[in-house]
Each structure stands twice: as C-alpha cells, then as structure tokens.
C-alpha cells in the first residue's frame, strides 16, 4: 500500500491566508477585540523572508506576517509561526526572537509574535526568548497555543462553526493516524461528516474539503472507499434536505418540463448545477477560468465524471493539474 505524504505546510498556508480574522478570532480572541475587522488585512509575506533567512527556517514551519488596524487608529504587525511538524524543533525560539527583533528594526514598529504548536510532544510549550551577559539581557516573550491540548476539547470543537475547529481536528487526526491508513480513512469520513453538516457556506466548504485533503491523503487503495463516503453524504442530504445541486436542477427543470418532460429536464439541470459548481471552485481556487477550458466542460455529459471534476476542481495544485483530468476533445 502506498502512503501518500501529509502537505500540512500548503494546507496551513492556504487556509491562514483565506481565514486570518477567523484564526485570530478561534486561538486569540483577546486580539481579534482589539482589530478593526473592518479596515482589512494586508499581509507582507515578501518581507518576511529575509528575516526568516536570518534566523533560520523550521523544517516545517508557515510564516506569516500581517499589518492589520485597531480600534484605536493605530497600525499592529503580527507575526504568525506555526510549527506543523510532529516533533519538537530545536531554536524554536531563537527564531521567533530572531524574526520579531528585524521585522521590528525595519519597520521601527513594534511586532506582535503569536506561535501555534502542531507537535506531538506534550511536554514541549516554549513560550520566550532570553540572553544575558555582564549585565546586558535581550528577551522576547510570546503567546503559543498547542493544538496537541485541543485532543480533550473534542465537544467544544464540534459545537464550534469557526473553520479552525475542523482544521484543529483534522491535523491533530492526520498526526495519529500516519502509521494507520485504515484508521485515517475512518476519521476523515468522520470529519467530512462534520463539514457536510456545519452548514458551511460553499467557499467555506471548499476551502475546508481541500485542508482535509491535503492533510489526510489516503493510499490509492483506500481512496476509492472515501469517494464512496462522499456520494454515501450526498445521498443522505438528498433524503433529508434539497441539496445544492438538486435545487438548481429542479429549477432548471422545470423550465425544461413542458417542452422535454420533467425527468429529463431534471436530469440535464442536474448537469448544467454540477458544471456550475466545477466553474466555481475553479475560480475560488485559481481566480480564473479559461474560456477555452469552460467550453471543454461544457461538452461533458457525465454526471460521474462532473462530480470527480469538482473534487479535482478543489484538491488540484493548479489549472494545469485539474485540465489533465478532461477528456480529449
């Protein structure tokens, strides 16, 4: 059986810059008070590097520096690291010193440092920097959260709608189950339950479906299984509720009824629902979409074969990745 490798440091990156108020909100909701929200975030990832460079980068670590506005008028830099490997880091914080003390320097602003530790060491919690020397001492001190604690929080993450609850779940799920691809696909379906049944919106939907595929992939062999549990999912909304998709066919098909007959007008509006949402995702993902690759889907009647589109259209690296799932025209 082949075992697929975790990408924990995309589906962090991604995920940190679609959701950064909702970050702040889920594991420091004393900052998220003071921001004005309404002002937006601009983030400075380019100016970053050379900081990171200088204090050397973790193996697996996301680094993100925002500027965001307060209440008050001021501007607040905030320097996000987040540790996604699973075993402790040596210079740890070093690092988080090393990084605040430059961006601090050029800016000639004071920078926010707050560390997120997805390790699977319990005893591991460092929280500052000191060096002293004849009377001479630099120090940083920092806020970290350690996802590792959120393990026996499980009923306050299930009854949270913050998308941070799900991405919680779903890394510290893909640390335990590495060695146990049988147990990943049980948990993952268990977690695409919770995401089918939180009500998120569509790009919310999408955006989470990806962070679940990134950071639990599942061998070939068992791929097949988890495809079976997102149609078992779609079934079960259809006898529960009007499905996105079925809504858009029935209004499709009705207009279609009289001239065609209400069968086929439903099945073609069906069609016509799935392709939308393949556009969309494309778009949400990419922020573009060829008019060349929308005649292509166009033409594609299979309904199997659109919803595998639209799974690709999510989890696909890029434009190029998802066109290499079309058929020839």
């Given amino acids: 059986m082949t075992k697929p490798r975790d990408d924990l440091d995309t589906a962090w990156k991604e995920i940190l810059t679609r959701y950064f108020p909702e970050f702040i909100d889920f594991f420091f909701p004393e900052a998220y008070q003071d921001i004005e929200w309404s002002h937006g975030v601009e983030f400075l990832d380019q100016e970053l590097q050379s900081a990171v460079r200088a204090a050397g980068r973790g193996k697996r670590a996301v680094d993100k520096l925002a500027r965001v506005w307060l209440k008050t008028g001021e501007e607040a830099w905030v320097l996000i690291h987040v540790e996604v490997q699973s075993q402790r880091t040596e210079r740890f914080e070093y690092r988080m010193y090393v990084c605040n003390s430059l961006l601090a320097a050029k800016h000639k602003a004071g920078v926010v440092s707050l560390g997120i530790l997805g390790d699977a060491d319990p005893e591991w919690r460092p929280s500052g920097y000191e060096y002293q020397r004849w009377g001479c001492r630099a120090s940083l001190t920092f806020p970290v959260v350690k996802l590792l604690e959120y393990g026996s929080r499980s009923e306050e993450l299930e009854s949270s709608t913050n998308p941070f609850a799900l991405v919680v779940m779903a890394h510290l799920k893909s640390q335990a189950t590495r060695r146990t691809p049988r147990t990943r696909l049980q948990w993952k379906a268990q977690l695409l339950r919770w995401l089918y049944e939180h009500g998120y919106t569509q ?86 979409r060829p008019q060349s690759l929308m005649k292509r889907l166009q033409k594609l009647e299979d309904a199997t074969l659109l919803k595998k589109l639209h799974r690709k259209a999510i989890t696909a690296a890029s434009l190029e990745e998802f066109e290499q799932e079309l058929p020839p025209d």
């Fill in 203 to 288: 790009d919310q939907f999408i955006d989470l479906f990806r962070f679940l595929e990134l950071v639990m992939p599942l061998p070939e062999e068992l791929d097949g299984e988890f495809k079976e549990e997102i149609e078992q999912c779609e079934e079960e909304r259809r006898v529960e509720w009007i499905s996105h998709y079925e809504k858009k066919a029935i209004e499709r098909g009705l207009e279609r009824g009289l001239q065609q007959g209400l069968q086929q007008g439903l099945q073609q509006g069906l069609l016509e629902a799935t392709r939308e949402d393949v556009a969309e995702a494309l778009r949400l993902r990419f922020k573009r």
